[in-house]
């Protein structure tokens, strides 16, 4: 069993040469969004931004990409026609594919049938490493095969995790990494399970981090987690240390703005107390 530490970042964070130039750490896409919820690819976006990745490039909904699109120039938002995910999008998403070097899918993008299948779709055209959270879990049930052998790493939370797996987790710890092991193996994927103490495991190798804080059951604090996780994996890490290092980073974070927030804490305070982590 591996306990995740801070020297875990020595393996993402290298010293950058002098002479590196945009997108020698990363070009990220982020697909999510609908006309409810603008927030959590923003949120992925900010998070990876101040993970270290160059660039980042959401695909969302037309009307949450205009509201993104407001929020800082440091974002670059492409809207989709529409108000939700659907399948005549794939062609575009594809489109953006074609140049970046990870992706993070699920963050509000709703459970509709069309959605979930047009990800499932999106998933099996791809060869990028990926991020899958949120509702593009719930597009998994459907498909459980397209992420074998691919780079993708699942971020469920307890609930997520019984919709993927038909297993109900408790907070038994041991429970938890047995469940989370066995079905890491079945789907041939790196599942990073999100808790108190976080369990990751791609089958093989598990790890537990245990950086993280109780007020972190605030909106948007698994957004983060899945924004970091695509940045770690746009710089080429590997899926399982990529799963492990953004959990550290994540809950670290979050443990740092809740001292200094308490019940006040937003996943907002949680991005920018990523570089004080990483620093």
């Known amino acids: 069993m591996i306990e995740v ?5 020595k393996k993402v964070y290298r010293k950058r040469e002098p002479w590196a130039r945009k997108y020698d750490f990363g070009n990220l896409l982020v697909i999510g969004g609908s006309k409810q919820y603008s927030g959590s690819p923003a949120f992925n ?3 990876a931004l101040r993970a270290g990745v160059d660039l ?18 440091d974002l670059i938002a492409y809207p989709l026609e529409g108000d939700y995910l659907s399948k005549k999008h794939l062609p575009e998403l594809l489109r953006f594919t074609q140049n970046k070097t990870a992706a993070v899918t699920g963050g509000g993008l709703c459970r509709e049938r069309e959605i979930l299948e047009t990800v499932i779709e999106y998933l099996k055209n791809i060869d990028i490493p990926c991020v899958i959270d949120a509702d593009a879990i719930h ?9 074998k052998n691919k780079k993708f790493v699942i971020t469920p939370h307890s609930y997520e995790f019984k919709m993927l797996s038909g297993i109900e ?13 066995m079905a890491a193996e ?11 103490v976080d369990v990751i495991s791609d089958g093989k190798k598990t790890a537990l981090n245990r950086t993280g804080s109780p007020y972190m059951t605030k909106g948007g604090c698994g957004d983060t987690l899945a924004g970091i ?5 746009a710089r080429g890490i590997d899926t399982f240390t990529a799963a492990c ?10 443990e740092i703005a809740g001292k200094k927030l308490g019940e006040s804490l937003t996943a907002t305070d949680l991005i920018n107390s990523i570089p004080e982590v990483i620093r």
Request: hydrophobic letters at 50%.
């Open 5 to 9: 530490k801070n020297s875990i970042l």
């Open 45 to 47: 976006a900010l998070a």
């Open 56 to 73: 980042v490039t959401i695909v969302a909904p037309e009307r949450a990409a205009n509201i993104i699109a407001s929020f800082t120039p």
């Open 139 to 147: 597009a998994l049930a459907l498909d459980k095969a397209v992420v």
């Open 169 to 181: 987790v408790s907070t038994n710890l041991s429970e938890r990494i047995k469940a989370i092991k």
């Open 186 to 196: 079945g789907l041939k994927t790196t599942i990073l399970l999100k808790g108190h």
């Open 229 to 233: 996780c695509g940045a770690i994996l």
């Open 245 to 254: 290092a953004s959990a550290y980073i994540n809950g670290k974070a979050g």
